[in-house]
């Protein structure tokens, strides 16, 4: 008889290849690779020799706190884009003059000129007090963070109501300069951008969003120690603005559509530092407007729009900044 050059076959029911250890010994590993994101139950959840236990593939959003794992149920949406409207000026808002707009009027008196500062700020830093309490609990708060991370919606709702009342104050005198309406269309609308602040900083790590704050702070303090005592006046550059605020508009309108199908980083960042640099300027011109002492004023009785101007380009320079500095944050 011939003999087979195959070796015989093995049978697992004689000799099992695991024998049962006795002890807290694990049980072998699993045939195969583990899960994709994880591994098997009980097993380590570094599926590869070399990585960190715990290792899970990055989000797509380098600095922001995405739990790592295949995309699909459960796993986190990128936060929204910043809302941008351009900066709009009234014809009736303002006031000018060959040399200085606050000239004959009651401007003439410094004690009204500086209640009317005292004011816009004084309605300013009630502003940022309420936008810096949302932000907070958005960013400390787990379960408000979750929540306003996994309905997206409330966003959108807070971001219809921020573009009626915004354009309510702008467009409309009425409103604008009657009190109390004013009062109260100003506290809808602040209530509405700080919701939606707080809805884009719960998506970035507690960091990032001290890193822009703090920065905020400094930016908005130089510019406006730098505008009380400047002799460059920013507001002979009305169409210099006007431009500026068209381009932020569509530079925001494609990046969005862009970043909605594939996320760019060199693009996100792009859009960002042009924000922050833009809202800066913005800022610097509507403190200008504020002062009253260059070509080109705010009118007394515009109270709430000077604080209103002000108020969106200090909370546009933080998300900006807050884009840069929780991408680059690891």
């Known amino acids: 008889m011939s003999r087979s050059d195959y070796p015989p076959g093995y049978d697992d029911s004689h000799s099992p290849l695991y024998t049962p250890q006795g002890g807290n010994y694990p049980p072998p590993p699993a045939y195969g690779f583990p899960s994709y994101g994880g591994g098997q139950p009980g097993q380590p959840s570094a599926p590869y020799p070399g990585q960190p236990a715990g290792y899970a593939p990055p989000g797509p959003y380098p600095g922001q706190p995405y739990p790592g794992g295949h995309p699909g149920a459960g796993y986190p949406t990128p936060p929204p884009m910043p809302p941008v409207i351009p900066p709009t000026i009234p014809s009736d808002v303002l006031s000018s003059g060959d040399e200085f707009a606050a000239a004959g009027s009651n401007w003439d008196s410094l004690s009204v000129r500086h209640a009317f500062i005292r004011k816009v700020y004084l309605i300013l830093a009630a502003q940022l007090l309420v936008t810096t309490a949302v932000v907070a609990i958005f960013t400390f708060v787990r379960p408000v963070r979750l929540f306003v991370q996994q309905n997206q919606w409330v966003y959108w709702a807070s971001y219809a109501v921020y573009i009626v009342t915004h354009l309510v104050l702008?467009?409309?005198?009425?409103?604008?300069?009657?009190?109390?309406?004013?009062?109260?269309?100003?506290?809808?609308?602040?209530?509405?951008?700080?919701?939606?602040?707080?809805?884009?900083?719960?998506?970035?790590?507690?960091?990032?969003?001290?890193?822009?704050?703090?920065?905020?702070?400094?930016?908005?303090?130089?510019?406006?120690?730098?505008?009380?005592?400047?002799?460059?006046?920013?507001?002979?550059?009305?169409?210099?603005?006007?431009?500026l605020g068209i381009v932020m508009l569509v530079v925001g309108i494609i990046t969005a559509i862009v970043l909605s199908f594939k996320y760019i980083p060199w693009l996100h960042m792009l859009y960002a530092a042009l924000g922050a640099i833009v809202f800066t300027l913005f800022l610097a011109y509507h403190t200008q407007l504020l002062i009253g002492n260059r070509k080109h004023s705010i009118s007394e009785e515009e109270y709430v729009f000077a604080a209103l101007s002000i108020y969106v380009d200090i909370v546009q320079i933080f998300l900006f900044l807050l884009q840069i500095i929780g991408a680059s944050t690891k």
């Open 170 to 243: 702008v467009c409309c005198k009425g409103p604008r300069r009657k009190f109390p309406w004013n009062v109260i269309l100003l506290g809808i609308f602040t209530l509405a951008f700080s919701y939606m602040t707080g809805s884009i900083s719960s998506f970035y790590n507690t960091k990032a969003v001290f890193l822009a704050l703090g920065i905020t702070a400094v930016v908005c303090i130089a510019v406006t120690v730098f505008c009380f005592q400047t002799k460059v006046d920013f507001t002979k550059c009305q169409g210099l603005f006007c431009i």
